[in-house]
């Protein structure tokens, strides 16, 4: 059974950097089948894809324009988990924020089959 | 970005009633389009993929239907326990983008 255990502060001064790490369990963050994705949902953006890391005989990491510049997310092999790093926050990025695996089993058709259980963030000094 | 556009945005049901939900996509997506449900303090889980597939354990009161620009979420008898917000999410396009939801309520 695959399973995201997400972890890191639930609040981060203006200006600061957002840290937070997802543990897998029961599946590979260097998996040649699965895309790792940090997800974030507010009220005023809806359900939002930050970016997504994934090996394929070396790794790829992509981002949302909306964020470019200011995220880095990186794998970890040694603890089979991936982070989140968000720079210079403001109030518009708090938000829950989830990671998730994406899978694509065929025809090209992918989907999110699996969450971690979610992290509260609010920006605020 | 391929923008998801769902209506409507909230809705009023009994148990039993039929519920059905749209979405539209901002561009021809075939049917690389899945279907959430998400209930309050959780994250969201996988209805249907492929515009029509059911996610293995989700109940066959579920349906999907439509392909290009247009599609639907169908209920067919409500239960309880699909008091939720459903979201539409295209998987065409990078970044993946989901619609804004749709929350059905108990009228």
């Known amino acids: 059974q695959v399973r995201l255990q997400q972890s890191g502060p639930r609040l981060v001064k203006p200006s600061q950097t957002l840290s937070l790490t997802c543990a897998i369990s029961?599946?590979?963050?260097?998996?040649?089948?699965?895309?790792w994705y940090w997800i974030r949902q507010s009220p005023s953006r809806g359900l939002e894809c930050l970016g997504r890391?994934?090996?394929?005989?070396?790794?790829?990491?992509d981002y949302a324009v909306s964020v470019k510049g200011r995220i880095i997310i990186n794998p970890d092999t040694s603890k089979n988990q991936f982070s989140l790093q968000l720079n210079s926050v403001t109030p518009e990025d708090t938000a829950v924020y989830y990671c998730?695996?994406?899978?694509?089993?065929?025809?090209?058709?992918?989907?999110?089959?699996?969450w971690g259980q979610g992290t509260m963030l609010t920006v605020s000094s | 970005d391929i923008q998801m556009t769902q209506s409507p945005s909230s809705l009023s049901a009994s148990v039993g009633d039929r519920v059905t939900i749209t979405c539209r996509a901002s561009?021809?997506?075939?049917?690389?389009l899945n279907w959430y449900q998400q209930k309050p303090g959780e994250a969201p889980n996988l209805l249907i993929y492929?515009?029509?597939t059911l996610q293995s354990g989700v109940p066959s009161r579920f349906s999907g239907s439509g392909s290009g620009t247009d599609f639907t979420l169908t209920i067919s008898s409500l239960q309880p326990e699909d008091f939720a917000t459903y979201y539409c999410?295209?998987?065409?396009?990078?970044?993946?983008?989901f619609g804004q939801g749709t929350k059905v309520e108990f009228k």
């Open positions: 998730a695996r994406k899978v694509m089993p065929f025809g090209g058709l992918d989907f999110f089959d699996i």
């Open positions: 029961g599946d590979s963050v260097s998996s040649d089948s699965a895309m």
């Open positions: 890391t994934y090996y394929r005989s070396k790794w790829y990491n």
């Open positions: 561009q021809d997506i075939t049917t690389y």
């Open positions: 492929g515009a029509s």
């Open positions: 999410q295209q998987c065409l396009g990078f970044p993946r983008t």
